[in-house]
């Protein structure tokens, strides 16, 4: 995977996930930890949110994460797809530890701990050159 997609992502902190149900997209914004070992974000969310029900009954979610900016030269923006798991047992622990390190204040409001394990980014990066994409697609097996 290119450095500058795991660069990228660690300049941010917002994920946006879209979900569906019945072939109605919906989005919402959550904070993330990078798990980069495993190419996987994690996120907390109440699994009784529309986004929450709609994960459960549906694993295959798209996100992004975007640098706003006005200035086409900067513009950069990641658009990924993957699986979205809700943690429990030892993995919920851990990925609440990693989250808390992160965001300290979120043990007022912790809820369940997800997974979306990445398969597939592609990084649009201007500064790199107009409309310049790199792309990661995790292999098959």
Aim: proline fraction near 2%; charge should be positive; aromatic fraction near 10%.
């Amino acid at each position: 995977m290119d450095k500058k997609i795991t660069d990228f992502i660690g300049e941010h902190h917002v994920l946006t996930i879209t979900t569906s149900d019945n072939n109605q997209p919906y989005t919402a914004n959550c904070f993330f930890v990078y798990d980069k070992e495993n190419i996987s974000f994690l996120f907390t969310s109440d699994p009784k949110t529309r986004h929450g029900i709609e994960m459960l009954q549906n694993s295959k979610v798209a996100a992004n994460i975007v640098l706003e900016t006005k200035a086409v030269g900067k513009i950069q923006g990641l658009q990924i797809t993957g699986e979205v798991e809700a943690l429990t047992g030892s993995a919920d622990k851990k990925a609440k530890l990693k989250y808390l390190k992160s965001y300290p204040y979120a043990i007022l409001k912790l809820e369940t701990m997800w997974e979306l394990k990445v398969n597939f980014y592609k990084l649009t990066d201007n500064r790199l050159g107009f409309g310049k994409k790199l792309i990661w697609k995790k292999s098959e097996g």
